[in-house]
């Protein structure tokens, strides 16, 4: 079945520091979707990723789309406090029915 | 925004009770799901629900498990006899079109802990 792999587990950095996790699918994937996941509290969707190649901006947020439609990563520019959570990776097949989640990555940053 | 709605946020039973989870999904959507996360793990998918019946479900989905919906608005998710293992998050959640693309809207969660 299809498998997200995401990396890395765990990252801290200092306040100011730039963080990226990185997702990769065994399958071509339609499209990739990204949340993020306060602690304690509920994934948040945050952006669909659909084109080969495809990269978009949301403030310090930076996505990114494979040509392959293969991986995926998320790039935050001088992170801060507010940054801190888990960043999830789901990927889809094609199909609306089942959606596989990456084991995300714990985002911790000191102030 | 509109909101994807859990009760009870907090569920203690005892092993071998039935449960019963209670979801109001956004109501111009079409897919529905279950999700679960076991602390300090991923999510995992449980069950899809489209067009009043189940669209796809996963290994973790056995006859213990069923979903409704009952009434065109509330989504369930009925555990028939509670195991320890089955102490997790379990999460609600449609899937919709956002400004940024198409995703799920989460619920808040229900925390089932089985004694």
């Known amino acids: 079945g299809q498998q997200v792999m995401q990396i890395p587990q765990y990252q801290h950095v200092q306040e100011g520091e730039d963080f990226t996790t990185y997702c990769n699918s065994s399958t071509t994937l339609s499209n990739i979707q990204w949340y993020k996941q306060r602690p304690g509290g509920h994934p948040v969707f945050l952006i669909q990723?659909?084109?080969?190649?495809e990269v978009k901006k949301q403030k310090r947020l930076t996505f990114q789309f494979g040509e392959a439609k293969k991986n995926s990563s998320l790039h935050i520019t001088a992170t801060q406090t507010t940054d801190v959570g888990t960043y999830f990776c789901?990927?889809?097949?094609?199909?609306?029915?089942?959606?596989?989640f990456g084991k995300g990555t714990l985002l911790t940053v000191n102030p | 925004e509109p909101e994807v709605t859990q009760t009870p946020s907090h569920q203690v039973t005892q092993m071998g009770q039935e449960v019963i989870l209670r979801c109001v999904p956004i109501s111009n959507h079409l897919y529905f799901y279950w999700y679960r996360q076991i602390l300090g793990q991923k999510v995992e998918f449980l069950v899809s629900f489209y067009n009043n019946e189940i669209s796809e479900k996963s290994e973790i989905f056995d006859d213990q498990f069923s979903v409704e919906r009952p009434d065109g608005s509330n989504f369930t998710l009925k555990i028939r006899s509670t195991k320890l293992e089955d102490s997790a998050m379990y999460f609600c959640?449609?899937?919709?079109?956002?400004?940024?693309?198409?995703?799920?809207?989460f619920g808040s969660g229900t925390r089932l802990t089985v004694v």
């Open positions: 789901v990927g889809s097949g094609g199909s609306n029915y089942k959606l596989t």
């Open positions: 990723l659909v084109k080969s190649g």
């Open positions: 959640a449609s899937w919709g079109l956002f400004a940024l693309g198409y995703g799920y809207t």
